[in-house]
């Protein structure tokens, strides 16, 4: 049942901009912890960001090191989709971008065992 899409890759020249989406196919996010995820040519999957919920309105961002000052994650008022702004944009940004929900919470989000909802991913390329 839990399902996603993820949309908005593409390609920028280093030091752009791009906005990726995860939509929840067929439900709500409620209180579920969700994170970003990318896989790079031959590198392992790794995560991104992620955004967990404490209240009807508290939000709380992760971000790897990797991406942190560079990526805002948030969520829409309808509560169906999840964002990444990516600024600042570097070649080794470069890979494919997914989103899963983080089953145990979002400071655990790295571990691959506790994700669920891959979609197909979208493809980000950073290159002049």
């Known amino acids: 049942q839990v399902q996603f899409v993820e949309s908005g890759g593409g390609l920028v020249q280093p030091g752009g901009s791009l906005r990726l989406s995860c939509a929840a196919s067929?439900?709500?996010?409620?209180?579920?912890?969700i994170g970003w995820f990318r896989q790079a040519p031959g590198k392992e999957r790794e995560g991104v960001s992620c955004?967990?919920?404490?209240?009807?309105?508290?939000?709380?961002?992760y971000y790897a090191d990797s991406v942190k000052g560079r990526v805002t994650i948030s969520r829409d008022n309808d509560e169906t989709t999840v964002y990444l702004q990516m600024n600042s944009l570097k070649p080794e940004d470069t890979a494919v971008y997914y989103c899963a929900v983080a089953r145990r919470g979002c400071n655990e989000y790295k571990d691959q065992r506790t994700l669920d909802g891959w979609g197909q991913g979208t493809q980000v390329t950073v290159s002049s």
């Open positions: 067929g439900f709500t996010l409620g209180y579920l912890a």
């Open positions: 955004i967990s919920r404490s209240g009807r309105r508290q939000f709380w961002p």
